[in-house]
């Protein structure tokens, strides 16, 4: 059986080249392999793409990191709201936040990455992992590892507890609770903060990394001490270190949600929620207006992330995925990626929203790097046909 015959789903017309850029890229991976392609534009699903055994569209995956995103659009439905002002003290929200000179760190400061307290130096249980807002109480006592606003560095585990505690003490409700009430259940979307029992026997496990040769060296030469700011920042100091790769394989985190890294979603739901956020679907108006997607993607943090020691860029909470990652997108992008290999984005200005999944880990974490060519073919025939 070929490649080819193994793709199976969907384009509309004049997004065929997207279909035929996914049956190219399987080239280079597994047999086994298996994922999902989905993206809207301007609220109309135009690609709707999966492969792999015991796979289809509404098969569920780990999308780690591309939970953030839905964490943001919680924040940013609040602030729409006036519930929220980015320019507020995160203290003002939450008084024990101010411990160790944070007092001053506004709500913008926070979701840029640059409060500096990116994990806790005992580091987290796999029990506070799963829970935000153990996560917070932790955090809110914790000295931060440079000074607040001179420097940025991403606070993988950390960002989506510290919004929701955020989030928590301003409305009394958690923010999957919100994601759920507000943004979910209304569009019907296959991307869980939390995900119900019922839904168990669609998620499929995340499959290990399988490096080549070169690309295992390349990772046994990072660096790997319990005290840089990289293991504090994934929680690889803790007695217990976390593994990364094997988190959404918990239970307990599927369970639970946490706003960091807990989402459970297919590629639809990825796709589908960016498309409610910034165009609407199928006719329904946006969720959020075109002035809160203009302040939410302008770029708050670039240049050297002190946790990843690498070129990155963030907006307001979301990644700026059109600068660094896909600078061929319209400027003020907005997305996430997720370390098992997702994707998640929406183009205001071309009107394409972009969801990707994938079930077994890929190198080096973060975005597959396939990610590139389809949001690429994606791009360009949402351009052309729109």
Known sequence: MTREMRVQGTVAEGYEAVRDEFTAVLAAEDPLHAGQLAAYVKGRKVVDLW?????????????????????????????????????????????????????????????????????????????????????????????????????????ALAIGALAGEVVFRATGRTLQELYEERVRAPYGLDFFLGLPEEHEARFHSVLPMDPTPEQQALLASLPTGPQNLASIAFNRNAPEPTDIETLPNSRLVRAKGPASVGGVASARGLAGMYAAAVTGVEGSEPLLKANTVAEFGQVQSIGHDLVSRAQKAFAVGFQATSEVVYPFLGAGSIGHSGAGGSQAFADPRSGLAYGYTRRRYAFPGGPAPENERLARVAHEAALRHA
Not at 62 to 81: E, I, N, P, R
Not at 106 to 112: G, H, I, K, V
């Open 51 to 155: 492969v792999g055994p015991d796979t289809d569209g509404d098969t569920l995956y780990g999308v780690y990191s591309s939970t953030k995103g839905a964490a943001h659009l919680v924040v940013a439905l609040l602030v729409q709201d006036g519930t929220l002002d980015l320019d507020r003290e995160v203290a003002h929200y939450w008084p024990e936040f101010a411990a160790h000179g944070k007092g001053a760190v506004t709500l913008r400061e926070l979701l840029a990455h640059r409060a500096g307290i990116v994990g806790a130096d005992a580091g987290f249980s796999p029990e506070e992992l799963a829970d935000d807002r153990a996560i917070a109480e932790r955090l809110a006592a914790q000295r931060p590892y440079w000074r607040p606003g001179a420097a940025f560095g991403y606070h």
